[in-house]
């Protein structure tokens, strides 16, 4: 299994970017739920996470309000859809899976828990600045 992101890019403070994240093989056991980022020199933080039995949302408070997470439950692709971008929020993102009954019952601290995650995205550059 493949995790493919894709949609970062080069954008100006204020601007606005959406990034995807499928999944190679289709799987309803293998679900992308959760988008991470890391700057140079950074630890990978928790950026949003969609929990699937009722698609209740998790954001860090660092986006809240600027950045919100999806999905199509029918193409099994994760969205982040980011506006108002910062500076401060050039770095590398990742997507990351969770396979079997974890896409849907975990809460907060396990979607933040990196080691909760089964499978990796590549990493797509979002780079903000003028």
């Known amino acids: 299994v493949q995790l493919q992101a894709s949609g970062g890019g080069l954008v100006q403070p204020g601007g606005s970017l959406s990034l995807s994240c499928a999944a190679s093989a289709h799987s309803s056991d293998i679900n992308p739920v959760a988008w991470f980022r890391q700057a140079p020199g950074m630890e990978r933080d928790f950026v949003a996470a969609i929990r699937l039995s009722d698609r209740n949302t998790f954001h860090a408070n660092s986006v809240k309000g600027r950045f919100t997470i999806s999905r199509d439950n029918a193409k099994n692709t994760l969205y982040l859809h980011m506006r108002g971008l910062k500076p401060e929020d050039t770095a590398v993102y990742y997507c990351?899976?969770?396979?079997?009954?974890?896409?849907?019952?975990?809460?907060?601290?396990?979607?933040?828990?990196?080691?909760?995650?089964?499978?990796w995205g590549q990493g797509t550059q979002v780079t903000v600045s003028s």
């Open positions: 990351a899976a969770m396979e079997g009954r974890m896409a849907y019952t975990s809460i907060l601290s396990t979607f933040r828990n990196d080691d909760s995650y089964d499978y």
